[in-house]
């Protein structure tokens, strides 16, 4: 559980979103900053690569216009962020190791950067940070609480033990439901509130609470259920329900809360189609089970499964599985984070052929 709510005269966090959930390329970018400003987030990390955000010149104008801060860059090589900024250089450049070359280039032209310990990345847990800190003394700190919590970290120590090296503090949940190998663990990232890094979150904003912290927190989601919008606002009702984020939140409706369209008898075929269609749109969790919905509407299975094929690795997926709530679940029915099968050098066609597959026609009424 969160802690209970800070009284009026508790110090004020100033906190930002990174926009990773929009994946590699944002609808626009006028469009997510009117999102977290309607969120009341105060400033944006941007997870994107600079070519795709436009010039810094508009990139801040737009910014100031809507009344939200640059806070950081994340995505490209460190010399396309250093060059994209030009001489602007009031943010910090996310890295995840410390790389000589780039480092320097950006030290030597005014740049902060911020280092983060990953997940299966060079730098994960908190003594290898430590120890990158204590050898390069002009970077600073950007610890995350999930990452570390994975890791088997507590963000919390991070942030008592290297208070004055912060860039910015990453707040982010997560749930092992996928479990913890490196393909399908991002994907227990979840809302704020909704998986098992509460306590940690709470307790990391408590102390800058606490420590009248001047700096930025910095709340991320890698990955998405819904839309990146509806879980945007779910972050900042945890926030403001917690007493972390001043006014309440309001979601606009915009076309990505629009409900999934129902299927009707007449015309499957048609139906199905035009559900997978609207099902493209989504991110990729909800249109695994977007489809696995228009599957079990049109046909009332039990149980549907959707898996995936990754031939390079030899695997076999379960990514989604819906089952009727009026029948009860099927026993020794796993875990979608332990049904990933190895199909052991034998083709992908041949193990599937191996399960019992009925084909039906979707056009015939009678199915």
Known sequence: MASEPKPDDAHSLKIGFQTILWGPRLPSVEHVLHILTQAGFQGVEFAQRPKYLGSIDDLLRTAERIGMRLLGLAGGTIRERVEFCKDYKDLYLYVEEWNEKEATYAIEHGFTLALHPHMFKPVQRLEEAYACLDQHSALRFLPDTAHLHIAGDNCAEAVRGRYKDLAAVHIKDWKPDYGRSSHRYAHGFTELGK?????????????????????????????????????VFACASWLHENGYLGCKPEMPETRASRPVPVLGDAGKAYQFAKALKWASTLDQASCYDAIATAFHDICRCKMVTVWTCTPAQDLISLVSLKTDPTVPMPERVLPLDRCTLRCRDIPAGEAIAELDIKSFDLTDSTV
Request: proline share 5%.
């Open 195 to 231: 998986g098992e890094v509460e306590p940690t979150i709470a307790e990391v904003l408590d102390l800058l609470c606490e420590k009248k912290y001047d700096g930025w927190v910095i709340a991320e989601q890698d990955w998405s259920s819904s839309t990146p919008e509806d879980s």
